[in-house]
């Protein structure tokens, strides 16, 4: 059953995702690209800034962090916690 997609900023701590699609243009979308943050990707949420901004994630075995206004561009599908 498959999960509608959300903005990456909704995620909570601790919480996994695959990246489904990008929305941004422009030298933003390709920064964000440059990261490695392209559809199909898996990202795990690790932490947000006292005041929420930014949010630092995990992604191919690394630490980045996004502001908030970045995050929104970037659309996933949380991933669903095994429970064996």
């Known amino acids: 059953m498959n999960q509608p997609a ?11 995702a695959r990246i489904v699609s990008i929305h941004a243009t422009g030298e933003l979308g390709r ?24 949010v630092a994630l995990k992604v191919h075995g690394f630490t980045l962090s996004l502001r908030n206004n970045e995050a929104d561009h970037i659309q996933v599908e949380p991933l669903q916690e095994s429970t064996t």
Do not use: C, F, Y
């Open 31 to 54: 920064r964000i690209r440059d990261m490695g943050l392209v559809p199909g990707v898996e990202v795990t949420i690790l932490g947000r800034a006292p005041l929420r901004d930014p």
């Open 6 to 16: 959300l903005s990456l900023r909704q995620l909570t701590k601790n919480q996994s």
